[in-house]
Every structure is written in C-alpha cells, then in structure tokens.
C-alpha cells in the first residue's frame, strides 16, 4: 500500500488481490473514456471502510469500484486500466467497459468529501484528456438512482457538482500551460509543436527531474509538478515476482528508470548529460 499526500486529501493505493471471490477485480483491460460517479448509500462508511469490505468474507456481491473518497482521504482499490464492475450495464455494457467508477463516501463533512472528489476526478480528467462531458451517474448507465447525495432537486447537486469539477480542471489546464507530457519543464511553442521555447540550457547538464515528482512546488526552477496517481505494476524478472512504483500520466505508465536498472542488478550514473547503464561485466574498448 503507498500514500501520496494530495492537496486536500492523502491518495491512497491499495488494490485487492487479483484472486479476490466473486470476479470483483476480473483483471480485463481498461482504456478509459468516462468517469462514473457513484455514492457510497452508506452514512456511516469512509474510503478505508468501503476497501476493506470488499475482501470482506460476509460480502457476497461481484460489485467493485476504482477509487473511492472521503473527508480525508482517496483510496484506489483496482488499478485504473482494469474492469471494474460498478456500473449495473452488465458485462460488456460501456459504463462497465469504458469508465473508472468513482464513489463518493456519505460520512463526515459532505462539503469536504465533494470538493476532495471534484478535485480527484479533475485530475482524472486531465491525465486522460478528457472534459466534464464525459462524466456520468451510475444513473446514466442503469437508472439507478445514485449517486443519490447529488439528486436534490431533480439533479441539480449533480450538475453543481460538474461545475465544481470544471473550475478544478480549468485551474489544472491554466497552470500546466503547453509542456510536453513526459518533461514538463519544456514548454512547446503553440505556433511551432517542434520547437520549444521557456528554457534555458544549461552550461553543466543536469540530471532530468521526474516528471510526475511532487515535491516540486509552482514556479520551480526544475518545473512545477505534474498531478498524479501512483500505482503499483507487478511482474516477473527471470521468473520472480517484482513491483514497481509506477505513475499514470496521461493514461500511460511510467516507470521510473533507477528502480527498474537496480532491479536488474544495473549500476546507473548520469554522467556529461547522458546515462550510463553499468553491467558487472566492463568491456574492452
């Protein structure tokens, strides 16, 4: 499980095992093309709560959701390019297929949990490439009537609640600018997308920052921070299980290249502006 502090929540990952009973994460590809928003129906409940009873043995349903959010906190429960089943329109129904299921918890301050979760989903979004027409209710896909704390007034709460995610996802574009997705710190030049302009070179080459690393504040010198979500990618090396921290930027993973070379027994130095891979065998030259 990892943790990032966002700006008003902590995003958590912690996904339910592949094996888990009734089909509830089936491990099919997700390329995602809506968000559906959902509402947890259950007053007393917060994201952790809501993570744990789906391992829960007493849980007998196949439903499952992606991320759900509370007054304090965000938690992904299945990877966002995998099928979840959150959207009541069966098994090759799109809402299932084609979106990331987003519930929202109905405990606690109902103002902070709203805000936390239009500022999540407007990150989504923006990762994805995608605007508020593409947000749906679980009512969309099925006529159930939920999210039902967004009903008020035959669904005004709802369309308040696009409009919130709006002005989120307007500040993230305004703020980003025109950079290049994987190196936010060069800007492309809307006149010229093969130029680039707002940097400077340097007299010494300095090692590239992570693109999706946090702790760059607005204005920084090394670029300002991409919004992101961390994720953990399994898989074998010579037939042993490995896990990496990984991020999803613009619906692609990335892996950052020191884990990956350390994990493959690689010595990494950056060293006049290039890296170097270092294997335990040196060659002649």
Not at 22 to 41: F, G, K, M
Not at 136 to 165: A, Q
Not at 225 to 231: G, K, N, S, V, Y
Request: net charge neutral; charged share 20%; glycine share 8%.
């Amino acid at each position: 499980m990892s943790a990032i502090s966002q700006k008003g929540y902590i995003y958590i990952t912690d996904h339910i095992p592949a094996n888990t009973p009734y089909n509830r994460r089936p491990r099919l590809a997700l390329v995602p093309e809506y968000i559906t928003v959902h509402s947890t129906a259950n007053p007393g409940s917060t994201a952790r709560n809501e993570r744990a009873w789906l391992t829960n043995p007493a849980n007998k349903r196949t439903a499952s959701w992606h991320i759900c959010v509370d007054e304090h906190e965000a938690v992904e429960a299945i990877p966002l390019d995998e099928v979840a089943w959150h959207a009541g329109d069966g098994t090759n129904g799109n809402g299932n297929r084609r979106s990331i299921g987003v519930e929202i918890c109905e405990s606690g301050d109902r103002t902070k949990t709203l805000e936390n979760a239009a500022e999540l989903i407007a990150v989504l979004l923006q990762r994805l490439g995608l605007g508020t027409e593409k947000l749906r209710r679980h009512y969309d896909w099925s006529g159930k009537p939920c999210p039902r704390i967004l009903m008020t007034g035959n669904w005004v709460g709802w369309e308040n609640f696009k409009r919130e995610v709006g002005k989120h996802l307007d500040a993230l574009e305004s703020n980003s600018g025109l950079t290049n997705p994987v190196n936010p710190t060069i800007q492309i030049n809307p006149t010229d997308p093969t130029t680039t302009v707002g940097f400077t070179v340097s007299p010494k080459p300095v090692e590239p920052k992570n693109p999706a690393n946090s702790t760059n504040p607005k204005g920084s010198p090394d670029g300002e921070a991409l919004p992101r979500i961390q994720r953990r990618v399994e898989g074998t090396l010579d037939g042993d299980p490995v896990e990496f921290e990984s991020y999803l930027i613009n619906n692609t993973t990335y892996v950052p290249l020191r884990p990956l070379a350390e994990a493959l027994g690689l010595n990494l130095i950056w060293q006049d502006g290039k890296y170097h891979l270092i294997t335990g065998t040196v060659k002649e030259r």
